[in-house]
């Protein structure tokens, strides 16, 4: 494996990883409608000479480079889908389609891998293994997703993946740094549904009504209390109250309050007991006051995301030989991820990209209608994927 080959070829691609990276930013898709998008890697993966599978899962597209023996079948993961945000970044290439923007960074994904399976392409006659691209649709969609449909549609097998990987860009660290650590690194997401049914009324008169501000305003306060008195502070937990809805006018106590909002969690026993507090508190609050409670929550939405240790000790290896970049242990993540869907059924590691770079003005967060990437470290990300591929699936 001739690393400084490899990492002059991700430069020499870098402008066709940048056109492609820029063509999707404009034209970014939402979860489950990423069409215009798979279109374009299936036909940049078979302009490679790539075995294309298309509408796997869905919206999904699998690629895949045969190795001599195919004893062993690397899996490398990329999301399509964009966010129901509204662009303010002044890019010249900024989002044709008002409302929705890649504001998490997808479009980098995206065009990395197609940087990296190009490199690839060139040494298949050099590769052991297989190597089989999954870009994935709908990662924001923190139910089902797009992981989920793609594996039961067979993205996984013929040939079995044995190891799965991928990357996402992060405003958290710092352009040209790769955080990653062994075990769990993001958290299970479980977003819920608060619905307060009282008794509206006239304003001037709330003795007369069963208020449902009141109330959710009480049932907020008492779900904030379920962190700090009823789990172990030494257990990462965070409730979020995200969204509040109700009423119409300045005198109209409302019939109903809907909150809606996220838990985030590492344990599975502590997500079993959180769930059910917040089911059992709401309840109580609401009842204390005269009112209805309807407790819900989104159904299958994605595990923690798990690093392999074996598997991750060797990729820190891996990125360490990138000349420039810095490899970092990173603490856990509150965020969650749809690849932990993938890494439940193929040891793997997942990892981070910084993007955040003060001196360009790359300073906003991710989901930010501000978030931006800096080109120049696209071929890190390139890079990581054709070394960790050669690495894990074999070659000369």
Known sequence: MDIKLLSNESVEVNEEVVRIRRQIHENPELSYREHKTAKLVADTLASYGIEVKSGVGGTGIVGLIRGKSGKVTVGLRADMDALPVNEETGLPFASKNPGVM???GHDNHVAMLLGAACIIARHKDELEGNVKFLFQPAEEDGGRGGALPMIEDGALENPHVDHVFGLHVSSEYPAGV?????GALMAAPDAFEIKIRGRGGHGSAPHDAVDPIFIGNQVISTLYGIRSRWVDQREPLVIS???????TKDNIIPDEMVLAGTVRTFDETIRGRVKELIRTVSASVGS????????????NTYPVTYNDPATTEKVKGVLSKIEGARVIETKPVMGAEDVSRFLEKAPGTFYFLGTRNESKGLVYPNHSSKFTFDEEYLRYGVLSHVLIALEFAGSK
């Open 102 to 104: 890649h504001a998490c």
């Open 178 to 182: 790769f955080a990653l650590r062994p």
């Open 241 to 247: 109250v995200c969204s509040v809805h109700s009423g």
């Open 288 to 299: 204390a006051y005269g009112a209805r409670v309807q407790v819900s929550f989104k159904e």
